[in-house]
């Protein structure tokens, strides 16, 4: 049986854990290692850890806060934010990291999944993409990067099956228009990448209830769901997420 899993992501910013609402309005949250402690402790299936700032401030993942996630948890962390190069890769899962994010730089050059896929497998390797809505992009939705600063005109759907032919194991489609609304994940966004490709998508970017989850699921055809403000903030725990999943008929790990 093939079970969908909950995955909290813990953004952070200078190593520590924040929240903000379409990539902007940051609040700071605490500590991302006793977070993610608390969340492997609680049944999550994985934990996605983001330097969301990294990018825009041209600098390197922390190593320091993945080291310290990587430490308090017993499931696999993939690891986010400013990953530009095989050292880096390397850098980060001798840290820890099960699993490595690429994002702005896989746009600028594609060869960097095709190259990670190649020296890691492509388990390792996951392609976050950040999107929006636009009218001009053939399948309604465009690829964004540098933290959801730089619109780069690239279809989010196209750029999805080009990075699976490249080797990527994983993609991640964050929808900057619902990040941190809590108005549901953008199940059309979702659709479109998830039967666009054969390997997993994670649903990311809105959700706020536990009906929520299962759209994502059922409707955004998505293998796995990407939670943070229900969690942070204690709206439900992953018990409750995965129970609810499993009232609906949605195999989970319980």
């Known amino acids: 049986m093939e079970y969908r899993r909950i995955i909290p992501c813990l953004d952070t910013k ?14 700071e949250l605490g500590d991302p290692a006793e977070s993610g402690a ?13 330097d969301i700032t990294a990018t825009p401030e041209g600098r390197r993942t922390f190593i320091k806060a993945v080291r310290q996630v990587a430490a308090r ?41 095709r190259e990670a896929a190649e020296e890691f497998g492509s388990e390792a390797v996951v392609v976050a993409i950040d999107t929006r809505a636009s009218e001009s992009a053939p399948s309604g939705f465009e ?34 228009d619902a990040d941190g609304t809590k108005a549901g994940y953008d199940i059309p966004m979702t659709r479109a990448v998830s039967d666009a490709v054969k390997i997993p998508v994670i649903a990311s970017g809105g959700a706020g209830t536990l009906e929520h989850l299962y759209d994502g699921i059922a409707e955004g055809h ?33």
């Not at 200078?14 to 609040?27: H, P």
């Not at 608390?38 to 983001?50: C, K, N, P, T, W």
Request: hydrophobic share 45%; net charge positive; glycine share 14%.
């Open 73 to 113: 948890i017993n499931v696999p962390l993939t690891v986010g934010g400013g990953v530009g190069s095989l050292r880096h890769i390397e850098e980060l899962r001798a840290a820890g990291a099960s699993r490595c994010a690429v994002n702005t730089a896989a746009v600028r050059r594609p060869g960097l999944v």
């Open 143 to 176: 690829v964004v990067v540098g933290g959801g600063r730089v619109p780069t005109g690239m279809d989010a759907v196209e750029w999805a099956r080009r990075v699976e032919g490249l080797g990527a194991g994983t993609i991640l489609p964050t929808s900057m």
């Open 14 to 27: 200078d190593g520590r854990l924040v929240k903000g609402v379409n990539f902007i309005g940051l609040k």
């Open 222 to 254: 998505a293998d796995a769901v990407l939670v943070a403000s229900i969690a942070h903030y204690g709206t439900y725990t992953i018990r409750q997420m995965k129970e609810y999943l499993a009232s609906r008929g949605v195999p989970v790990r319980l």
């Open 38 to 50: 608390a969340y492997s402790e609680a049944g999550a299936d994985e934990i996605v850890f983001l």
